[in-house]
């Protein structure tokens, strides 16, 4: 079973940055895709960044231009470099794992990030 264990929130002003990371216990090549989401409160949980095994990247339009989604294969971690952060950006981020032909099938317990105005 695929763990997945996101680290690198916190709190920071607005305009301020934070790097997420998500390490998991393996990544098989039953693994296609890897993705960060994000639950604000009282919201649904939205895609923010997508990234396949060859690096192929994809963005909410949100965040495009400020989140960069990273995969370093040989590390299994993922990870979501987020500059100059707005108050909306607030919420639990979760790291995801894609099977091929199929939905987000792995989670972690995902990490919180406050931005304040």
């Known amino acids: 079973q695929v763990k997945l264990v996101e680290s690198g929130g916190g709190a920071v002003q607005a305009g301020g940055s934070l790097r997420l990371s998500c390490a998991a216990s393996?990544?098989?090549?039953?693994?296609?895709?890897m993705a960060w989401f994000r639950q604000a409160p009282g919201k649904e949980r939205e895609v923010v960044a997508t990234?396949?095994?060859?690096?192929?990247?994809d963005y909410a339009d949100s965040v495009k231009g400020r989140f960069t989604i990273t995969i370093d294969n040989a590390k299994n971690t993922v990870f979501l470099q987020m500059n100059s952060l707005k108050p909306e950006d607030t919420g639990v981020y979760y790291c995801?794992?894609?099977?091929?032909?199929?939905?987000?099938?792995?989670w972690g317990q995902g990490t919180q990030v406050t931005v304040s105005s």
């Open positions: 995801a794992g894609r099977l091929v032909l199929s939905g987000y099938n792995y």
């Open positions: 990234i396949t095994r060859s690096a192929s990247t």
């Open positions: 393996e990544l098989p090549f039953s693994i296609v895709g």
